[in-house]
């Protein structure tokens, strides 16, 4: 079946600096991801809607200006997590449609750490 | 607005014994409804999910699902327990825009 990779699988990183992870889907072409995230204990929140060619689409209370997205092929989005602090350590999940309503890829996630 | 309720943070069974995690959910809209696994720090794994077709669905690893209208439920089952399904597991709405809506998330322990 499609396969989403995310890269890097995890990464601690020190507070004020910027994350970037990448997420891509192998063997299809996704024109929309999700990325999601998840705290310790809890469930998966949509962040964002990454658009391949326009501009990401934002869920309420999420920073636009702290939590960049690109989209910048068929096959790559990118999450960059601009000025990182300890309070943005997450687990980092993207997905990607499979055509339908019906079907959803998952990357197998990234954790990102800030000390 | 469409969103999912689980029933339950945490469920402890007997391995051997009936697992059992409930789902409600509210839709504006004919639903689609899975069921994921999540592992510790891993991704999700598609258990089983609902489309409108049959309204018992059969997932992997022996779990099923029964989709019930009147009681706007998809409450999760599998006979007999096994130490290897101790894990976390998110009921989630699918919604027109493809974007997946998930409950709390309910933690199963298995007891040897």
């Known amino acids: 079946g499609a396969v989403v990779s995310q890269h890097p699988s995890w990464v601690i990183c020190k507070s004020g600096t910027s994350v970037k992870i990448e997420c891509r889907s192998l063997?299809?072409?996704?024109?929309?991801m999700f990325w999601y995230r998840q705290f310790p204990k809890q469930s998966l929140m949509l962040m964002a809607t990454s658009n391949e060619g326009s501009k990401a689409t934002y869920e309420q209370g999420v920073e636009k200006d702290k939590f960049l997205i690109n989209h910048a092929s068929l096959t790559l989005s990118t999450l960059t997590v601009t000025s990182a602090h300890p309070e943005d350590s997450s687990f980092y999940i993207c997905?990607?449609?499979?055509?339908?309503?019906?079907?959803?890829?998952f990357g197998p996630g990234t954790r990102l750490t800030v000390l | 607005a469409q969103s999912v309720t689980q029933l339950g943070s945490h469920v402890s069974v007997s391995e051997g014994a009936l697992v059992l995690l409930r789902c409600n959910y509210s839709?504006?809209?004919?639903?689609?409804l899975f069921w994921y696994v999540q592992y510790p720090n891993q991704g999700l794994q598609l258990l089983l999910k609902y489309t409108s077709a049959a309204t018992l669905v059969k997932g992997i690893n022996g779990f099923e699902a029964e989709f019930k209208k009147s009681e706007t439920s998809f409450h999760l089952t599998k006979p007999s327990a096994h130490m290897s399904d101790a894990a976390e597991y998110f009921c989630a709405v699918s919604l027109y825009d493809y974007k997946l809506s998930f409950g709390a998330g309910t933690t199963v322990t298995v007891r040897a």
């Open positions: 063997d299809f072409q996704a024109t929309t």
């Open positions: 997905s990607a449609p499979g055509g339908g309503r019906d079907t959803q890829y």
């Open positions: 839709s504006s809209v004919p639903p689609y």
